[in-house]
């Protein structure tokens, strides 16, 4: 998610958090049990599957009436409906917070602000402010940690999991989220939404413009002059700022959709084996035919396969020729982009119901 709605989850979670006696901790996403997931992001359903994979409880942070993630928190969002997600999250962890704990006056949390102010405080009335007060000091801790400059700006999500309740202690120090992982390749960085608006990437004679907003680019036309650059260590400084955008892209014919760096970004990330948080014994099926490159002849008798429904890794190879090694790498691929996902097991069907009365007797015979 965004760093400013970031900002703005993390003070309305240590307010929540204060009034159910502390019975949750930040923690970072590898080590959580539940985790964020801005699902109104671009990469917002690319990370549900990743973490779904991984069996993580996903909550999709969301304006839509509906997610496909284990929970939903409703966006916008405050610090009275973090404190009922936390609630129904698991009831038994705040030793009867459901029953118990002092509401959270709606409103409380701040509106996302720049990362370099503070939010700024919301007026309570008088028989809630000593309530409030200490969710509110805990709040400026991880605020004041989140504009400190040194520190990286932004996560992909925020994570929370269950901590040992002590009754004695209503409001316990809040220790600030590990700093997000800093972005390494070019593929990461795209991903990451550390950067936005039109830029360019120059390095070693290739020239990209990037279009974040747009999420387009114009480059080569072939995608193998940039296997070397998706994969290897790129930082902030390969990146400029470009003023007079049209001027640039001026003569270099149609853009190219950004969703296709992101695709060759997968295909070569993993070297054949598949990317962190999915099981090499799974079973991947293709939602939708992608679009093949003719780089990659082969791609095609893959899709053809995984059209036909879910298979293992190895089945796949099989059935189209091609290397287990050349199949994970297309997976790979495809589940970055969302083309693919892993099958999921089938839902029990309902037990039929029994015949009830005269005439269901008469129809159950």
Known sequence: MDPATEAS?????????????????????????????????????????????????????????????????????????????????????????????????????????????????????????????????????????????????????????????????????????????????LTEWLASGRITGQVGFEREGLKLLL????REYFGPATLKPLGAHVTTDTDSADFTVINDWEKEVAGLGAAQPLSRLLWFGGLMSGGGKLLPGFDPQARFLMLKWPQTEREFPRHFRIATVMMKGAAALDEIADASGVSVGDVTDFVNANLATGFAEVERPPEPEPEPRKPTGLFGRFRGR
């Open 9 to 185: 989850l993390k003070v309305a979670f240590s307010i929540a958090n204060s009034q159910l006696a502390g019975a949750w901790e930040l923690l970072a996403n590898d080590t959580a049990d539940h985790v964020i997931v801005d699902m109104d992001s671009m990469y917002g359903p690319m990370s549900w599957l990743r973490l779904h994979a991984a069996g993580k409880t996903v909550i999709g942070l969301t304006s839509a009436p509906r997610t496909q993630a284990d929970y939903r928190l409703a966006q916008p969002f405050d610090a009275a409906s973090v404190q009922r997600l936390l609630v129904e999250l698991a009831p038994e962890v705040v030793n009867g917070a459901s029953e118990h704990a002092e509401p959270v006056p709606s409103g409380l949390s701040p509106a996302p602000q720049p990362q370099d102010q503070l939010p700024k405080e919301q007026q309570v009335p008088a028989d809630e402010e000593t309530s409030a007060r200490d969710g509110l000091d805990a709040a400026r801790v991880v605020t004041n940690e989140l504009n400190d400059p040194s520190e990286p700006a932004s996560a992909a999500s925020a994570a929370i999991m269950p901590a040992a309740t002590n009754p004695a202690l209503h409001t316990p120090p809040v220790d600030p989220a590990p700093a997000p992982v800093e972005p390494r390749t």
């Open 211 to 214: 279009d974040l907003d747009r």
